[in-house]
Structure formats: structure tokens, C-alpha cells
């Protein structure tokens, strides 16, 4: 478990995180929400003691985090950091040169870094140089160098930002993966369909303090917050045909199926799409009762 204790932190006199407590666990996603300058990245950066807390402490297991050079590099091996710019994080020319360094450098076995190409699908890919990567396959590869260290706690800032659908759905699958490992993933998002695809646990921050936390999505909360993605919304609930893009239409399906198809159409219609629900009159009801209580 990593966790921040009343920990306030500013840059100059702009106060940034204002007694702010967090806490994440292995074998979950902890997905971190709010609309810029909310505090997000700075609560990243001091769960690898990247920052170090003006008052209040970071415990790692328990344990308080020290912020001598040899603690830190022993948090670190527990605790990997993903920029979002990845650019900002890969510094070796190609592929191999960069996933091995972690691992070298500390003193690690560097099957580590082989398995951790496999998992972000970059094998076959050692020779190639990080330049002529894609921004998706940088993206990968900057995981895959968080991976290499073996760590507890994979911590992410905004990890499916600027990616198309392809890119999107590889990132779903890595964070899916690295949960089933075993290991504790927290990730800093405006992007409503990855939080809502890997969640376990959500924080909303605002003005550097948790005003909610959960293990659901407060959607009337997130909107008030003005949060990325519940800035507009489009639903027509009707049982006859009419000219819009997104259809979702129930016959013959089972309970189970309409649920899952409602929750993707109100996602969809969250982003601001138009979607309409062909369906009975007692479900448009419901429909309407679910949504009059969004607003």
C-alpha cells in the first residue's frame, strides 16, 4: 500500500496540494480525476519522492518514505513513475539500450527488461531507434521501462492522452495486465472511458484537496468539477426509427446485454455524441428517471 498523510506542498507562495490523503493498493487501479492545475501530477510525483511534502508524510507499506539518496533509490525500485510526454522519460537511442538501463543501473537481472517488451508487445523492436517510434510505441516503451524495475506500483500521468483508438484499447489492456500481476497501478486521467475501463478505486481532486473518493464514478460531482468529458450530453430515448448516429437497439436481449449497452450508450452520449435507445416504453422511463437525476 502507498499512502500520503495530510501532505501540503507549493511552488513559490501557489500552495498546490493542501492536506491531501491518498491511498492506493496492489492488485487494484486507483484512478486519480480533476480538471487542470487540481494537483494530480504533483500528488504523482511525491508518491516516488520525485517532491518531497512540505508537511505531512508518504509511507510506502507502512513505513515512512526518507528522502536520502540511498531511500529514494529503494523507492524507486518499488515505485516506477510514467510521464505523460514520454519523450520527457526515454533518453537512449534505441529500444534495448533504454528498457535495460533501469535494470542495470540497479543491478537487476535483465530478463526483467526482455519480459517487460513482451508484455508492452515492443518484442522484435530491441534494434530500433526511439526516435522513429510511434507516439503509441513510445508510449508502450516508457511503460516498458517502469515494467523493467520489477516494482510494486506503477504510477501513470494521463497514459492514453493524444493516442488514437488502437493506441487507447493497447493501454487498457497493459494497465488490465499489470492489475492481474499483482501489482498496484494509480493513474492521473482526464479520460472518462479509461477510467471507467480500469478503475477500482477514484479520487477527484480540487484546488489540491480530495473532495471524493470511491469505488464508483460520481458523475454529478465530476461535472460540477468540470472535469474533461461531462461538459455535454445528447440521449434520445424513442421506439420509433428516427435519423441519429449512434443506434442501440435492445430486441431480443438479455438483462445482462442491456445493461452493458445502456452503460456504453450514456458513456458515449457523456462524450457528447448523439445516441438513441430503441426500446419499450417502461424502460424509456427509466431511462428518463436515470438521467433527470444526472443533472
Known sequence: MIETRDIWFSYGDREVLKGLNFMARQSEVTVVMGKNGAGKTTLLLHLNGLLRPKK???????VRVSYDKRALFELRKKVALVFQNPDDQIIAPTVWEEVAFGPANAGLNLENAKRALKLVGLEGYE???CSQLSGGEKKRLSIADAIAMDPDFVVMDEPTAGLDQPGFDSIVELILMLRELGKGVVIATHDLEL???VGDRFYY??????VYEGESIDYRLA???GIRGFAGMIMIASTTDTSVEQIVNFNGDSEHEILEKTLKAVLK???GESVLLKTGEGFIEGIRRILEGLK
Request: proline share 0%; glycine share 12%; charged share 40%.
Open 56 to 62: 505531512g508524510e508518504v509511507r510506502l507499506n507502512g
Open 127 to 129: 534494434e530500433r531507434l
Open 195 to 197: 477510467a471507467t475501463k
Open 205 to 210: 481532486l480540487d484546488a489540491g484537496r480530495v
Open 223 to 225: 461535472k460540477r468539477l
Open 269 to 271: 452520449a457523456y462524450r
